[in-house]
């Protein structure tokens, strides 16, 4: 519990393994409940995760949406909090943003990453800057400023489930989460920037730089179409 909250962690992911015993000790002792998504994974995620305290919700259907959409539901909490399990993501701000939710009566805070330290590899040049590059194009499509449309860590209030129906299974799950949120009428959105250092992720990444990232950029233009 924190602040008489109740608080889960919802974290998808495939083949991570590594990843997910480092993520899930950084925790902080607050959380009451970590639900982990096995997307389909070949190696041990699921039994490294369960052997950790973690709920684990088995999702068969490959993509970073399907995986969402199969633990986001399952969350039990008050307040829900998403990061990835590969151990990039700064787990000691979870409290500091859970704290900006509730004491300015907010109902989505997504955490921007603000870089202080950079590992050498070109690979996480290209992600900041690939980042901008749609987050500009969020902003020019829809209105919304967002530094970090691609972040995947965001603390909410459970009930704004029942308001946003996000369309995509894979990877643009994130962007269309956020644009949703900051355009919904009766959800009070709000990016919050976090110290972020570019290390070196446990295991391989998923994240394929150029394809995936030019089918973000098209979903943001098929998205704006539809909405």
Same mark, same amino acid.
């Given at each position: 519990m924190h602040k008489d909250r109740k608080i889960t962690v919802v974290i998808p992911c495939y083949n991570e393994e590594g990843g997910i015993a480092r993520v899930i000790p950084s925790l902080?002792?607050?959380?009451?409940? /970590?639900? %982990?998504?096995?997307?389909n994974s070949t190696d041990r995620t699921a039994e490294v995760a369960s052997a950790m305290g973690a709920r684990v919700v088995s999702e068969p259907r490959q993509g970073y949406g399907c995986a969402y959409k199969a633990g986001l539901p399952a969350a039990q909490g008050d307040i829900v909090v998403t990061m990835d399990g590969d151990g990039t993501y700064p787990a000691h701000a979870i409290s500091y943003l859970i704290?900006?939710?509730?004491?300015?009566?907010?109902?989505?805070?997504?955490?921007?990453? /603000?870089? %202080?330290?950079?590992?050498?590899?070109?690979?996480?040049i290209?992600?900041?800057?690939?980042?901008?590059?749609l987050s500009i194009v969020t902003c020019m499509l829809f209105g919304i400023r967002l530094r970090d449309s691609q972040s995947g860590m965001?603390?909410?209030?459970?009930q704004i489930l029942d308001k946003i129906q996000v369309l995509s299974d894979g990877m643009p799950f994130s962007e269309e989460f956020k644009i949703r949120a900051f355009r919904h009428e009766s959800i009070f959105a709000r990016e919050v920037p976090v110290q972020f250092k570019y290390i070196t992720r446990v295991g391989a990444s998923k994240l394929n730089l150029w394809k995936d990232g030019y089918r973000n950029l098209l979903y943001l233009f098929k998205l704006r179409r539809e909405m």
């Open positions: 902080p002792e607050f959380i009451d409940e /970590i639900i %982990v998504v096995d997307n704290d900006t939710l509730l004491i300015d009566d907010l109902d989505f805070v997504s955490a921007a990453r /603000i870089p %202080v330290q950079w590992a050498h590899c070109p690979n996480m290209k992600r900041y800057f690939g980042n901008i590059a965001w603390v909410f209030r459970r």
